[in-house]
């Protein structure tokens, strides 16, 4: 049930290692995985294209600040990044699942 509130939130390929994992993780322990926050991928896309600071969602801190000194790497890297936004926040929540499965 986890599995088909969040597959938004991660990449299909990624789906079949989550469901491995979940299925290996003991059932009463399975409810503090609801207190793990994801990122949807649709809203960081919409903050890549309206404000350019999805990375500061993504805990990329140091990218972040440094994309808004070069004023957006001259909107290049403000391209780029519209483009990449949810790949990166699925990629961010696949790391998160992992991080926190590997504690239970």
């Known amino acids: 049930m986890w599995l088909s509130i969040h597959a938004e939130n991660f990449k299909p390929e990624d789906l079949m290692i989550i469901r491995d994992k979940l299925e290996a993780i003991e059932s009463d322990k399975l409810m503090f995985l609801h207190s793990a926050s994801f990122q949807k991928p ?8 309206f404000l350019g600071w999805e990375r500061f969602w ?3 801190v140091t990218l972040g600040i440094l994309k808004i000194i070069t004023c957006y790497g001259c909107l290049l890297w403000w391209l ?25």
């Open 80 to 104: 780029i990044d519209i483009f990449t936004a949810k790949s990166r926040a699925m990629k961010y929540n696949y790391q998160q699942f992992s991080k926190f499965a590997s504690l239970l």
């Open 42 to 49: 649709s809203t960081i896309l919409l903050l890549a294209i």
């Open 58 to 60: 993504l805990n990329d």
